[in-house]
């Protein structure tokens, strides 16, 4: 009746144990090496606090550029991943549905590039 | 057990799953829509500047004609109406109606959007946006300056005015167009609430950014921009936690599922209630009506006067289209429950718009309170749940829409030498200035009252009467004292323009271009067409109801 929560349970276990396993270990066998970098939360990007006091407290727009492509880039893969389980069962049509998502998918691609979007400095 | 799951996952992934019927030429409006705006993308990437403008304006009015056409040749050949793409897309005599309805205003709106003659360069943010707009303010050094980028170093005032004078307008206006009239499209066809829910995503995302992105008066803009997104994720936000509770109900997002789910006795009313009273919230708030409303006067305002009149009629004409459909379809066999609290909020929604268009000294802003006054008795019809009360609605729509357009197109004529003169006094005397101008604009102020051989009073002739077949007197009694107080207001600016001294240094009236001169005459022509003709228009609307 259980057989099949058991991979499930097992799965569980594994990540919970990595997880143990690498917050436990990292002290133990890592190099102590500090900067400034890192005492910041994440240890990257921009402090939430206090704000920036250049420009009034405005963060670079650039951030939410590179946040915006992430998620597009991001989002495509959450569509393609199911497919990709299922393409034997949806035929051609599938092939034809997916090729027209990715092609949409590069028109706007196509804008960000050429108008300079992928231009980080 | 646990082999014989195997075995049926393994066969389940074997099977061919069938692809849901398409009737390509049904949905063909759409998919013209859609694919124009995704290659206006590629315009926008592989065109070289100074042919943009051209190429845009060529492809969007060539998409609305031809997508048109496309409808006018499937009516013709009397269609019964279907569902299409597994049922999410209902092509029925209300959607013909209104995506024509679209269609028309879509055309209009962007020969308003591509005018450049009026302001020149076009009323959009220029291609130079990194310089400092020409405003009292970045002019005065102060924060605003600041959006300089570290790129140009720290221009000076002077020549960004005379570079901002002459830069063309960025014309990513065309493709959000496209697309938010495309999502509108879907929107009053959809057969499933969430198809709805992602239409409803992709007319209101693309309408945000068109908000912000005026040429002059920046700051009004962006703040117009950013008031509507906040509140319009609020908005789209209660929808979908009305989605969510109706699934719960029906079991089902289908609008015919939960209408059959209405009909049996075993489920939790509260469920059903409070489904419908968030997902109405959500729809009214795209209609602008009363009191779901806060937004309207201040986005009227501030956003570019083209994307105004975008809004103002064709958000209006989908929203109300999918209300239509969702109270007809899914909620009709439960009306006697809820049908109190729309006239309630029908009646607070033709209050707030007369009573406080009364006192506003911004004309975009009183035109922005009529239009709450007109959501009013829009929903008036929308609740009537007949067939007279839904072709009456789908006429009111049109009538409305057309007539809002040719308004807008009229406000960006008349202007000071630091943009549109929007206050009402500036408009004092204008008939002995330009009395053309002047006599337009009577005429269309008179149609949004509701005067006699113009297609306002047609439109509120048929919805009322409809009410009143339906037996909504005390309704109708509220909607004609709201309609005569809310006429005070348009009267005042007629009587303004015809009667009093123009002032010394009032505004001057700009010559309209080609494109601007179309749309107005669009609207004049289409307002005392339907006023004097309205039969043909009539019939077409009520041809057959909601298929589901």
């Known amino acids: ?26 002290p133990l066998v890592g190099p102590r090496r500090y900067n400034k970098a890192k005492f910041d939360a994440y240890e990257c990007g921009i402090e939430p606090s206090p704000q920036p006091t250049v ?22 893969m959450v569509f393609l991943y199911p497919y990709a389980v299922s393409a034997d069962s949806l035929g051609m049509f599938g092939v034809a549905a997916v090729v027209l ?7 706007a691609d196509l804008y960000v590039w050429y108008r300079g979007g992928f231009e980080w400095n | 057990m646990g082999v014989t799951t195997q075995t049926g996952a393994v066969i389940l992934a074997q099977q061919s799953i069938a692809p849901p019927p398409i009737h390509y030429s049904a949905i063909a409006p759409v998919l013209i829509v859609l694919g124009a705006a995704c290659l206006a993308v590629l315009v926008e990437a592989f065109v070289p500047r100074r042919l943009r403008w051209s190429v845009q304006v060529g492809l969007s009015l060539c998409t609305l004609v ?51 003659s009026v302001e020149p360069g076009g009323a959009f943010v220029a291609e130079s946006s990194a310089a400092p707009s020409p ?24 020549p960004a005015r005379a570079t901002a004078s002459v830069a063309e307008m960025r014309t990513e206006v065309f493709p959000l167009g496209l697309f938010s009239l495309g999502g509108m499209m879907v ?32 700051l009004l803009s962006q703040e117009a921009a950013v008031k509507y997104f906040l509140l319009g994720a ?10 969510a509770l109706l699934y719960g109900y029906a079991g089902s997002v289908e609008l015919s599922a939960i209408a059959d789910a209405t009909a049996g006795s075993l489920r939790s009313d509260t469920l059903l209630f409070a489904g419908l009273g968030l997902l109405v919230v959500g729809l009214l708030f795209k209609g602008s009506v009363g009191p779901f409303h806060m937004w309207t006067p201040d986005v009227y305002h501030g956003a570019p006067t083209a994307v105004t009149g975008f809004m103002a009629a064709c958000t209006k004409v989908a929203a109300f289209g999918a209300i239509l459909r969702v109270l007809h379809v899914a909620f009709e066999a439960s009306s006697w429950e809820w049908h109190w609290v729309l006239w309630t909020v029908a009646v607070v929604s033709m209050v707030i718009g007369a009573v406080l268009g009364l006192t506003q000294s911004d004309i975009k802003r009183m035109v922005a309170y009529s239009s709450i006054a007109h959501a009013g008795f829009l929903l008036i019809g929308a609740i009537t749940l007949t067939d007279e009360g839904l072709s009456a609605t789908l006429f009111y729509l049109l ?13 960006s004529l008349v202007r000071t030498s630091e943009g549109e003169a929007t206050h009402l006094s500036a408009w004092s005397g204008l008939a002995k200035r330009s009395p053309l101008i002047a006599w337009v604009f009577t005429f269309l102020l008179l149609a949004l009252a509701g005067i006699p051989l113009t297609s306002g009073f047609m439109g509120k002739f048929v919805v009322f009467s409809a009410a009143l077949t339906a037996g909504m007197a005390p309704l109708v009694v509220i909607a004609l004292v709201a309609s005569a107080v809310a006429a005070f207001f348009y009267l005042r600016v007629i009587v303004l323009m015809h009667f009093n001294e123009p002032a010394p240094d009032g505004p001057t009236v700009s010559v309209p271009g080609a494109f601007t001169t179309a749309a107005i005459t669009l609207g004049v022509v289409v307002t005392l067409l339907l006023g004097v003709l309205p039969t043909p228009v009539l019939d077409w609307a009520s041809v057959g109801g909601f298929v589901s």
Request: aromatic share 12%; glycine share 10%; charged share 10%.
């Open chain 1, 1 to 26: 009746m259980l057989d099949p929560y058991i991979p499930l349970v097992l799965m569980f276990a594994l990540a919970l144990g990595f997880a143990v396993f690498s917050v436990a270990i990292a």
């Open chain 1, 55 to 76: 420009g009034g407290g405005r963060m670079p727009v650039a951030y939410y550029l590179t946040a915006m492509l992430f998620i597009l880039f991001d989002i495509e």
């Open chain 1, 101 to 107: 998502f990715i092609a949409t998918f590069g028109f």
């Open chain 2, 66 to 116: 031809a997508a048109g056409a496309w409808l006018v040749v499937y009516a013709r050949g009397e269609p019964m109406g279907l569902t299409t793409l597994a049922d999410t897309l209902a092509i029925d005599t209300p959607t013909l109606f209104l995506w024509g309805t679209l269609l028309v205003l879509g055309l209009a709106s962007i020969l308003l959007i591509a005018d450049r």
């Open chain 2, 135 to 158: 405003s009292p303010r970045a002019a005065s050094g102060g924060s605003t300056g600041g959006t300089a980028t570290s790129i140009a170093p720290a221009p000076t005032p002077a």
């Open chain 2, 187 to 218: 929107f009053c066809a959809a057969n499933d609430l969430l198809t709805m829910f992602i239409a409803l995503e992709a007319l209101s995302l693309p309408l945000y950014v068109m908000c912000g992105l005026a040429r002059r008066r920046r």
């Open chain 2, 234 to 243: 609020f908005a789209s936000a209660f929808f979908l936690y009305g989605l």
């Open chain 2, 399 to 411: 009538a409305y829409g057309v007539t809002t357009i040719a308004v807008f197109g009229v406000i």
